[in-house]
Structures are given as C-alpha cells and as structure tokens.
Nanobody, 122 residues
Framework: QVQLVESGGGLVQPGGSLRLSCAAS????????MGWYRQAPGKERELVAT???????NYTDSVKGRFTISRDNAKNTVSLQMNSLKPEDTAVYYC????????????????WGKGTLVAVSS
C-alpha cells in the first residue's frame, strides 16, 4: 500500500520561511509527477507546484519567485521551500504523486497525503 506522509507545517510570521517535505513509502514501481496542492478555509484545493521525474517544474503564479519545489528520486521524496510567506498562503498543504504500481501498468494512480497546516500570521 502506497502512503504519502507530509511534514514541516506550522505557524510562521509574514515574511518568514518554511520547508515542507513529503515521503512516499510502500510497494510501487516508479513515481512520475509529484506536487503540492493547498486548500484554504472556504476555498477549493488549488495547485501550488509540480515537478516531473526529470525535474521540470511548474508553479502557480501567486508563488513564483517565492516557493521552490524539489525532489529526490532515490529517496522518493518531494520538498517545497516556501520563502517570503504571506497571510494568503495560509492553508492545508497536500502532497500529491502519480505512481505506477508495476512496470506493466499503462498509467499511474493519483495518491494524496493527509495534509499539513501552514499558518502565516503575526
């Protein structure tokens, strides 16, 4: 069974930094795209950033220049370095991964972590 476990959330003042990490565990063949999404109170879940296995990244406009996504394929982890945090970044952040269970699988399956809360407030 595949699991994604996030860590690193917390309370930070505006302008501060946090680093989120997510580790995938279980039995699987390969992890394709990995990413971070967030859901603020009363809002829908939105994409924050994604990264392909080869390292190509994509960010939502509101975090460009402030957040950096990275991954370690050997350790099956993905991280999100968040700098210059703003109150509007407050949300539950979810790790997401597209994972193939076996080499014969034509497509991967979408997996989600349980989320970690990031609160930006003075």
């Amino acid at each position: 069974q595949v699991q994604l476990v996030e860590s690193g959330g917390g309370l930070v003042q505006p302008g501060g930094s946090l680093r989120l990490s997510c580790a995938a565990s279980g039995n699987f063949f390969i992890i394709n795209r990995m990413g971070w999404y967030r859901q603020a109170p009363g809002k829908e879940r939105e994409l924050v950033a994604t990264i392909t296995r080869s390292g190509t990244t994509n960010y939502t406009d509101s975090v460009k220049g402030r957040f950096t996504i990275s991954r370690d394929n050997a350790k099956n982890t993905v991280s999100l370095q968040m700098n210059s945090l703003k109150p509007e970044d407050t949300a539950v952040y979810y790790c997401n991964a597209d994972i193939k269970g076996t080499w014969v699988d034509r497509h991967g399956m979408d997996y989600w972590g349980k989320g970690t809360l990031v609160a930006v407030s003075s």
